[in-house]
């Protein structure tokens, strides 16, 4: 007997879904660009910014996997994406209460914990109401963007008016909405298919996922000066606050457009094809930021480049787990995409921008995402097939 309150198989809550996506996105879209000018007007170094942005990336590493684990013992992943948010929101709190360096350190340790274990599993919840259509994922996934969008318009603008003191009660508020909106999302069971009782660790041998788990991870490192310093980079130019926000939502009006064409791209191109693409124009746009800072037509070209280095890599990567991490192993296959591209990657990007910032500049940063870039470039050309 079917449970009364488990969604019907074709029943997908295409609102309820996209309404999380839209304030998960819109507190990155505040923590990513405008956390690192706050914590400047604290008074930290370029350094101590670094670490302190890579505290939340490093939460990526072991946080998914943990709560991927429990997820898929128990199969309850929206009860766990509550409870995550529920957390996240007490933690993050903290910022209320001290403002010195590993006060904040600490706080950042214990909310992102928390808030960086949501995500992969709601991703896993989404992918298995979309069932046999994963290229609808962008269709939904689309209202993040939106979200990330009004966040940078508005919160930059805001902050220049009434101060850098509002920032960790803007995020304070983003947090509530998350665990709010968590909440009238019902739970959706995957369907356990023969292939996903493959042991994890036959799939993690295979050396289309150990290449594709490695482009991830570059290709996520090479963003480490664009998250973490792009926003103090331009005012350092002499941009306002109002056109470096139009600038962050620029890329990811890109990247929305990106994700309503995604289900004709995948088609025509190949899921190959548009990943190697992507990471080639990565390339382009590191070189392009860093060598060109003084001219705002470049930059806007560079912004708009954000449609491939995460709009088309990111909805070919999540559809690439996807068919390798099946049936039980979603739930895990997303939390490794987490770990080691937004966690191990941010981590890296996070630690290397801030130590080159400081000590040899903004052209070394990002002459060294670009290298990142190039060598995910060649490991996808090699080992990333077509089925």
């Known amino acids: 007997m079917s449970n009364p309150k488990t969604p019907s198989a074709g029943a997908v809550p295409y609102w309820r879904l996209s309404g999380f996506y839209l304030f998960y996105f819109a507190s990155i879209g505040a923590l990513v660009p405008y956390w690192g000018p706050y914590l400047k007007s604290l008074g930290f170094n370029p350094s101590e910014i670094g670490e302190l942005m890579a505290m939340v990336m490093a939460t990526k590493i072991v946080s998914p996997n943990i709560w991927a684990w429990i997820a898929d013992h128990t199969g309850r992943r929206m009860q766990l994406v509550r409870a995550g948010a529920f957390l996240a929101v007490l933690c993050f709190a903290g ?19 928390f808030w960086n274990a949501c995500l992969p599993q709601f991703e896993a919840n989404t992918l298995s109401y979309l069932g046999d259509q994963p290229h609808r994922y962008s269709a939904i996934r689309l209202w993040g963007s939106i979200g990330f969008i009004v966040a940078v318009i508005v919160v930059g603008p805001l902050l220049a008016r009434y101060g850098q003191a509002w920032m960790p009660w803007v995020m304070f508020a983003l947090m509530s909405a998350i665990w709010l909106s968590s909440l009238v999302v019902p739970e959706r069971v995957a369907a356990h298919r023969s292939m996903g009782h493959e042991p994890l660790s036959q799939v993690l041998l295979k050396p289309a996922v150990i290449s594709l788990l490695l482009v991830c991870f570059l290709n996520q490192a090479s963003h480490g000066p664009f998250y973490t310093f792009y926003t103090i980079y331009l005012e350092q130019a002499g941009y306002g606050s109002t056109l470096i926000g ?9 990247e929305v457009v990106v994700f309503m064409l995604m289900h004709r791209l995948v088609p025509c191109f190949g899921l190959r094809n548009l990943l190697l693409a992507s990471i080639f124009l990565t390339v382009i746009r590191w070189w392009m930021i860093g060598a060109f800072v003084d001219s705002l037509v470049l930059l806007v070209v560079a912004q708009l480049l954000h449609a491939a280095s995460f ?14 991490f099946v049936g039980k192993h979603q739930g895990r296959g997303q939390a490794l995409y987490t770990s080691i591209s937004f966690g191990l990657g941010g981590v890296v990007g996070a630690l290397y921008a801030g130590y080159t910032w400081e000590g040899l500049g ?6 060294i995402a670009m ?8 490991i996808a050309w090699w080992g990333i097939r077509e089925r």
């Not at 139009?246 to 890109?254: H, N, P, T």
């Open 246 to 254: 139009w600038l962050w939502a620029l890329g990811v009006i890109a």
């Open 371 to 378: 290298a990142l870039s190039m060598v995910a470039f060649v």
């Open 95 to 113: 910022v209320f209460w001290g403002n010195d360096y590993w006060w904040l350190m600490a706080v950042m340790c214990l909310f992102s914990f």
């Open 311 to 324: 709009g088309i890599y990111h909805a070919v990567a999540i559809q690439l787990i996807h068919r390798h």
């Open 362 to 367: 903004a052209t070394a940063s990002f002459t």
